[in-house]
């Protein structure tokens, strides 16, 4: 059993800052690796080269600019996900959280991939419009930006066209989530000490497998998707997928026919690359703003540690240290001019 617990120290917006600038950070530094994971999964003419050789080519046809394509995308996407996320997944843990207000690890991830099955519906389309920014040549664009992309693709494609992929997205939710379940009920067995008893790095170590495995189990929905999406009679090559296809099903029976069934794994390789620099930026980048945010509530001496404030209730919410801290104001002012008088 776990507790859910968030830090009331925080406003909402400072919470969805943080993790909005942290995410947005560990995106683009990590960006790269994204690129090529999409490029392998769709199955563009860069991959038959590997992993060096396809970046290699890549910059040398379109320039070191390159790599960071559809980046701009995943960061502006990434503000109303994590909000949208954030929102379902407190309303779900409160469902799921018993009278004493412990929830089982189970019934938490269900609720955090239920609440990212919300966010990744509502911001689908623009998940779409980055897989078309990577995969076109930025040399000799078909869309020009992320708002040309959207209307393009809507007045060429229809309304469905921004959703092409949605259902192996949901899909692999499933698999996702059941990798996760997998790692965290065998945390205390593999480290041999109770999950209370963990340090950060064991977290960070613990969340980085989680991810490696759930990751791994639901790949090959990510590469049907990936390739549902790139596919286009209005885009040259028709989107530079290595396959044709009518729907999901026959997506992945062509990928197995022409690729083998490993076919549905490529990609993987710089996914798992990705993982540790991802979440190390993301979590520290995270703790450092809280940290900002803390010493700006009040809570904390100085951004640079955990040092609590002397003399403050740290159970108090910002906006009552807030008026707590105009009372005594109030209070003092009128008694230092008796004094005075």
Not at 4 to 23: M, Y
Not at 135 to 155: C, D, M, T, W
Not at 206 to 211: H, I
Request: hydrophobic share 45%; net charge positive; glycine share 8%.
């Amino acid at each position: 059993m776990a507790t859910w617990r968030r830090d009331g120290r925080l406003t909402a917006v400072q919470r969805l800052g943080c993790a909005g600038l942290a995410g947005a950070l560990s995106l683009s530094l990590t960006a790269p690796l994204e690129l090529l994971t999409v490029l392998a999964q769709v199955g563009t003419w860069h991959c038959r080269q590997g992993l060096r050789g396809a970046g290699s080519s890549l910059c040398r046809s379109e320039g070191l600019r390159a790599l960071w394509k559809g980046n701009f995308t995943a960061c502006l996407r990434l503000f109303p996900y994590s909000a949208l996320q954030l929102a379902a997944s407190r309303r779900l843990v409160i469902l799921f959280t018993d009278e004493l207000g412990h929830i089982s690890h189970w019934r938490a991830i269900i609720a955090g991939s239920l609440a990212g099955m919300v966010a990744t519906i509502v911001t689908y389309p623009t998940d779409v419009i980055k897989t078309r920014l990577i995969v076109q040549n930025r040399l000799e664009p078909s869309y020009e930006g992320i708002l040309h992309a959207f209307y393009k693709i809507y007045h060429q494609e229809g309304l469905l066209a921004l959703y092409r992929g949605v259902s192996p997205a949901i899909l692999g939710a499933v698999p996702f989530s059941a990798g996760s379940f997998f790692v965290y009920i065998n945390l205390d067995k593999i480290w041999r000490e109770p999950v209370v008893h963990f340090t950060p790095l064991q977290n960070f170590i613990n969340g980085c497998v989680a991810a490696g495995v759930a990751q791994t189990l639901s790949f090959p929905f990510e590469t049907v998707k990936r390739k549902m999406q790139a596919q286009s009679p209005w885009l040259p090559h028709y989107g530079a997928v290595d396959v044709h296809f009518t729907g999901m099903a026959d997506c992945f029976r062509q990928t197995v026919k022409n690729k083998g069934v490993l076919g549905l794994w490529s990609g993987l390789t710089p996914s798992l690359l990705k993982i540790v620099p991802y979440f190390g930026v993301m979590f520290s980048t995270f703790e450092f703003c809280k940290r900002v945010c803390l010493y700006r509530n009040g809570y904390i001496e100085s951004p640079l540690s955990y040092k609590l404030t002397p003399g403050v209730d740290q159970s108090l919410q910002p906006q009552e240290l807030r008026e707590l801290k105009l009372l005594r104001r109030e209070n003092f002012e009128p008694r230092k001019s008796a004094l005075e008088n």
